[in-house]
């Protein structure tokens, strides 16, 4: 980790790199942030809500498809003459029928779960957002403006017509 990544961070600042010279590379565990902490836990909600959605989606699709398969077969049973097995079957669809509005209303619930907790996680990228923005701040002030212009070194006669750059540096 370099200087500006460990500044960066916030553990070396840029007033000790001037007085003390460079900082000498050597491993520094940088301490787990709250910004950290929220990309964990945004990677591990989005892996447990496609894996939610994904069973409760097929959960629909085979409520769907055996409601299908009873309205289909109702009729042939009620004229093959077996009761019983049509009234099972009408029970059946009406138990689907609840089931999947039982599904829908877990997904909505899941819904409202997710939704709060991408307005956490908002607030969180506020804070970071912000304090990104006085790190910059404070960056701009430490360090002196230089402007690099880019010229083509016309005066030195080994590289006149060669279009080799020289560049100057102008200190604000």
Known sequence: MNVAE??????V??????RHGPVRN???TVPPTEFDDHLRRTARDREQSKRFVKRVSWGIVGLLVSMALLLWLLPVERRA????VAAVMELSFVAEFFALIALVLV???RLALQVERLSEDHEVLLAQNMRLEQQNADL???APAEVVLPELDRDVPSCAGTG???TAVLMV
């Open 6 to 11: 460990r500044r960066l961070f916030g553990l």
């Open 13 to 18: 600042s840029a007033q000790r790199r001037r």
């Open 26 to 28: 050597f491993p520094v």
């Open 81 to 84: 003459g077996h009761r019983t």
């Open 107 to 109: 997904l909505r619930r």
């Open 140 to 142: 701009a002030i430490q």
């Open 164 to 166: 080799i750059f020289t």
